[in-house]
């Protein structure tokens, strides 16, 4: 093999130019095709998996943000264990329900952007400028949306300057919503926010809003069909994370399985799912 004699051994000149902050304006300017948004895709309507439920909820001194784990594509169970919870960063954490693939590469993105900035600027965004940097990242998919290929997260996080748990949701159009208390986003959103809306209340306890979450999951999953509900044989549950001052935090198998499992119980005994369940 003969030795690469034009390998200088260096950085291209791209990578030594300062530039923006901001990792998905550089790839727009040196690699622009490697942008979710600039991809070329068939005409019509492109059927994939797609990710649903996200629920979030705030209480004092922090928030927390889970999903539930099934991917439909149609009418079939495409996935039943799909990840749809991710830390963005150390305070703050994103949902996805949409297009799975493309959602996933989305947050994959957003992580490296955010990492980008604060290595670049030697400090990190403020809560706000997360949300309009993910607000940006969804307004440049929304040719691939129009395509049926659509990602609308749930973000969510510790603001540090307000010292409180914030909550954004998003349309297809990268439009960005604050939503107070309590927010839902999927195919079964309509039903996760139904139940909150009876049971949420604003001096929850950490451990009372994470049960509130899980309620949530198990009344969308009892009604829309592409929403999972907790499978005790195979031991699948929701995906439950708090964010707070300390930063973020998943609860393990064993916390989700015991949620899980009360929530079951408990609507076993009162089907209706009263009020008093949640205390």
């Known amino acids: 093999m003969e030795p690469n004699t034009r390998s200088t051994g260096r950085l291209p000149a791209a990578f030594l130019t300062p530039g923006s902050s901001s990792f998905i ?10 942008l979710p948004g600039n991809r070329k895709l068939p005409e019509g309507i492109v059927e994939a998996p797609h990710g649903t439920t996200i629920v979030a909820a705030t209480f004092p001194g922090g928030v927390v943000l889970a999903g539930d784990r099934r991917a439909t594509m149609g009418n079939m169970i ?25 959602a996933v590469e989305m947050v994959k ?23 309009n940097r993910l607000s940006t990242m969804i307004r440049g ?9 659509a990602v609308v997260p749930l973000f969510a ?19 960005r919503s604050e939503e107070h208390g309590f927010a839902a986003t999927g195919s079964g959103s309509i039903f996760a926010r139904g ?9 929850l306890s950490e451990e009372q809003a994470t049960t509130l ?45 015991e949620l ?12 209706e799912g009263p009020r008093a369940a949640l205390l």
């Open 25 to 34: 304006d550089f790839l727009a300017d040196h690699s622009p095709e490697l």
């Open 78 to 102: 495409a996935q039943r264990d799909m990840q749809k919870v991710f830390p963005a960063d150390e305070y703050s954490a994103v949902g996805i329900a949409g297009s799975a693939g493309l």
């Open 109 to 131: 993105l957003f992580q490296l952007e955010l990492e980008h900035f604060e290595k670049v600027e030697g400090a990190t965004l403020s809560l706000e400028g997360k949300a």
């Open 141 to 149: 998919n929304l040719g691939m949306a129009m395509q049926g290929l």
């Open 157 to 175: 996080g510790w603001d540090e300057s307000r010292e409180q748990g914030r909550i954004f949701s998003y349309d297809v159009t990268g439009g």
């Open 195 to 203: 139940s909150m809306k009876k049971l949420y209340r604003s001096d």
């Open 213 to 257: 979450v899980v309620q949530a999951l198990y009344d969308a999953a009892d009604d829309d069909s592409a929403t999972g509900g907790p499978d005790m044989a195979r031991r699948i549950f929701p995906i439950v994370t708090v964010i707070t001052d300390e930063g973020f935090r998943r609860l393990t198998e064993e916390e989700s399985s």
């Open 260 to 271: 899980a499992r009360s929530v079951t119980e408990r609507r076993l005994e009162q089907p």
